[in-house]
């Protein structure tokens, strides 16, 4: 076994209805075909139908579990009230909402329009909002248990230059899973969230990481396990936090990133480059030696 397997028994989300927003590729797709390998029934969202249509025949075949594709532009609150009704009148309900949607520009700051900044605000920030305030009053009217997921990042907590309107909206998605997991408790509503740090996807890395940045900012070298993550072990972690598993945890961001952010920010963890000898001679001229 390794952590390239998938992790939960076979029927672990069996009879669970779970929506995922950004469903049709990258991670979503990856959370999405697990979620269908362990008898879950799945909804993936996106804006293009086409993308969205492709996907769910090819995550049905793979898996043999029901994929419906339903597009919407999460930053639209009556597409995203009509594409709940809709997995609602064909699964005859949703039980997890898992909120993946994003989008992101890396750029200085300075170099973005205002309608750039909102706009990548609007997806992460106010979409999320737009699919949490639905599901939530859906669940919270049908006296209905209910869990969000929330797909955040590791520089929600940090911030980072170059990704500022991603890494504000992001913060503010974090902020909403805190805070909703406690007031939605009394309904029986769960929030948790995943802070992923580098995991390949085309749709990410091609954008972020154009030309030969992939080669030169190679995102392992920043990694203390020394590579990025693989898309199973994060479909493991998210499986288990959708699942009746983690019954009893709310209010939680669970970093899978391999040690990078820390890495980044404990002070003397720079002294990796400092080579052997070095130490050394540190060693002995405090006379240990
Ligand atoms: N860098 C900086 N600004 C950019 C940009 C980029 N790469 N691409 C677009 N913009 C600006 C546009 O110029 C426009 O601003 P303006 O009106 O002042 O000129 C503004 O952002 C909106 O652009 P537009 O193309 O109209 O937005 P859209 O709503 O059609 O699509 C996205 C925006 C983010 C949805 C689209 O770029 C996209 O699909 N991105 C891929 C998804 C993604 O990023 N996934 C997340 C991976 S982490």
Known sequence: MSYKDGMLR???LEDKV????GGGTGLGKSMAAYFLSLGAKVVISSRKNAVLEEAAKELSEAT???VLPLACDIRDMDQVQ???EEAVR???RVDIVVNNAAANFISPTERLSANAFHTILDIVLKGTANMTLAAGKYWIDGGMPGVFLN???TYAFTGSGYVVPSAAAKAGVLAMTRSLAVEWAKYKIRSNAIAPGPFPTEGAWTRLLPGDLAAKFDPAN???LGRVGEHQELANLAAYLVSDFSAYMTGEIITIDGGEWLKGAGQFNGFDAVPKPLWDQMEASRGKK
């Open 10 to 12: 076979d029927g672990a």
């Open 90 to 92: 064909h699964f005859g």
């Open 151 to 153: 797909i955040v990042t």
């Open 64 to 66: 043999k579990g029901e």
């Open 222 to 224: 920043k990694v203390p």
């Open 18 to 21: 779970i929506l995922v927003t």
């Open 82 to 84: 009509n594409m709940l």
